[in-house]
């Protein structure tokens, strides 16, 4: 029986075909992430904001705008706020319908992360003042908003996430007793 030999060339040439691929496959061929900047998180956004006051869930889709050092709402989200003011819920909804939209700036300061590609926020949120209308009478409430974390611009995949908390509620002076926290959470928001 004759013996099957494989040309040495042959040998050769498979070898470096296969030298190529496995260091094909070793080598990150994944594009490149370019460094974040603090121009990138400028913008108009549209975001998933839950809303959580105590065992109460709530979840939806919010616009807002980032600027320099603020983030703005054309439309903040205050139907709870509203609710804890205002316990009759046909007299809460009577004084959402006439209140409208109400506006909220939340103010923030940021860094970049150059190690984790990303923009960090220290959020600094202002007091939100309401005047909520029951029975003829205009309640002067008060929101004291707090952050209890930073938010984040995400570089790779362009996306922004902050949270905030309506800490307290003041009605015409006096602290509302007893008070669940509103918890506003902007999980993963987009640019438009």
Known sequence: MKKLTVPRFLITVLMVFVGFTLS??????????????????????????????????????????????????????????????????AKAEAALKTMGKIKYDLQYAAVINTANNVIELTLAPKAMELQIPV????????????????????????????ALTADKITVDGTLVTPYEVIDYNFPFCIKN
């Open 24 to 89: 094909s496959c070793l080598n990150d061929d994944s594009p490149e992430i370019p460094p974040v900047k603090m121009d990138d998180l400028k913008g108009n956004y549209k975001g998933k904001l839950i809303i959580v006051q105590g065992n109460s869930k709530r979840e939806g889709v919010k616009d807002f705008k980032v600027k320099k050092d603020t983030i703005s709402f054309a439309e903040f989200p205050i139907t709870e706020i509203v609710k804890t003011v205002v316990k009759d819920p």
């Open 135 to 162: 029975d003829g009478v205009n309640k002067k409430t008060v929101v004291e908003f707090i952050s209890k974390q930073k938010g984040y611009y995400v570089g790779m995949d362009q996306t922004l996430r902050y």
